[in-house]
């Protein structure tokens, strides 16, 4: 159960790195 969780933060972390890392990007462009 802790495991399924952890599992989903960390999803929610790399979606959330992966949006701000995408919106930097288009700003330098």
């Excluded at 399924?4 to 790195?17: A, D, P, R, T, Y």
Aim: net charge positive; glycine share 0%.
């Amino acid at each position: 159960m802790e495991n399924n969780v952890v599992k989903k933060i960390n999803l929610h972390i790399w979606i959330i790195f992966l949006h701000f890392f995408a919106i930097e990007k288009k700003t330098k462009e």
